[in-house]
């Protein structure tokens, strides 16, 4: 949940979210810098159950010190062995981090990895699309603001199915949610994992504030969602699919907590174990949204856990409303978040937050 880099597409604005039934929202452009990659997949060789796949990695953006790249394959191949990266697979959908030689990327730069699969000794197409730390990749460059999100219709508001535990948490806190789809098991790696996320973004803006935000007990909150993750992944919400995971469990979320989009009372994080291969996240107007490999990430899953803990720090800060960097500058607002803990807030970012409209959450 990204996290990202100024070259991806994340919001510094309000995230479009349905405050009401008769109610419509749209997230305006951020600060989201060029962005733009190239991948080559082939498939070296092939025999009865098993191929290899080479893929050749492009970077047409701003410089990269760690990537990610994320796939789906659609004829159940699986990968069995990989080198030059730590590839790992959660039932279709493929994830590959760097590895730690070769995370530096320039402009302009590639890297390559190879992995061993099983395949149907049917059917073995090429992936259709692939991201790179959260950015499709067309072979050009995207544009530099987000998307305009197409008005949607909101949701009747039903009893909720899900409350967290005890009374409703004390205002000005920060509440987190991991959102578990139907078919999705329960894994308490997920909750601790997020939390202890939580935990040190917490620790690091005490150290670069002198002022830090409280979280809820407990400080994540489970919700069983509605829907199966294929749901979420694939029921439009926004006019392109980067949004359509994220922006589905906000309006979830908001719907069976009662919560608004800004809202006044509490920052909201949510984190659902649901992504398709061109889902993102971002973070604005008091709220976090992050799809699938964020909540892998801190649940362990996804490596460098430096890479989390910044990102999470990164979209924090877009949710006291600091705006991307517009260059990489040794802060977090920048692709610098990678170089986490190594990484400090300007004293124009510090005073951004604190004199921003969720300053006062912080003590």
């Known amino acids: 949940m990204h996290r990202r880099p100024p070259r991806t597409r994340l919001i510094a604005t309000a995230l479009a979210a349905t405050l009401a039934c008769a109610a419509a929202a749209t997230a305006t452009a951020g600060y989201a810098a060029a962005a733009g990659c190239r991948v080559a997949y082939t498939v070296g060789s092939q025999w009865s159950g098993g191929f290899s796949g080479n893929v050749n990695v492009t970077n047409l953006g701003d410089p990269l010190s760690g990537w990610t790249l994320r796939w789906s394959f659609t004829a159940g191949q699986s990968v069995t ?11 279709s959908a493929v994830t590959a981090v760097n590895a730690g030689w070769n995370g530096s990327l320039a402009t302009n730069g590639s890297t390559s990895f190879g992995f061993n699969g099983s395949w149907n000794n049917s059917t073995n197409p090429v992936p259709a699309s692939f991201t790179l730390n959260g950015v499709t990749c067309t ?13 949607t219709t909101s949701t009747p508001t039903v009893a909720p199915t899900t409350r967290p535990p005890g009374s409703t948490p004390p205002e000005r806190t920060i509440r987190v949610y991991w959102l578990k789809p139907t078919d999705v098991a329960y894994d308490q790696r997920y909750p601790d994992g997020i939390a202890n996320v939580m935990r040190e973004a917490q620790r690091y803006y005490r150290q670069e504030l002198g002022r830090t935000f409280t979280l809820n007990n407990p400080v994540v909150e489970v919700v069983d969602g509605d829907h199966p993750r294929s749901w979420y992944e694939n ?7 980067y949004w359509w995971v994220v922006f589905n469990m906000q309006q979830e979320l908001m719907r069976k907590l009662n919560l608004r989009a800004p809202d006044s009372r509490w920052v909201n994080v949510g984190e659902i174990s649901a ?22 990430g801190a649940a362990g899953i996804g490596g460098n856990m430096n890479r989390w803990y910044g990102g999470m720090v990164h979209e924090l800060g877009h949710a006291f409303g600091l705006p991307d960097s517009t260059s990489t500058d040794g802060t977090p607002m920048s692709a610098s978040f990678y170089n986490y803990p190594n990484t400090h807030f300007s004293q124009a970012q510090k005073n951004g937050i604190l004199n921003g409209p969720y300053g006062a959450f912080l003590s």
């Open 235 to 241: 029921t439009p919400n926004g006019n392109e699919c």
């Open 81 to 91: 062995q990989a080198w030059n990266a730590t590839v790992t697979q959660s039932g």
């Open 275 to 296: 992504e398709a291969s061109c889902s993102g996240g971002g973070g604005g107007g008091g709220w976090v949204i992050l799809s699938g490999h964020d909540a892998d």
């Open 139 to 151: 072979g050009g460059v995207g544009p530099t603001t987000s998307p305009t999100v197409a008005p």
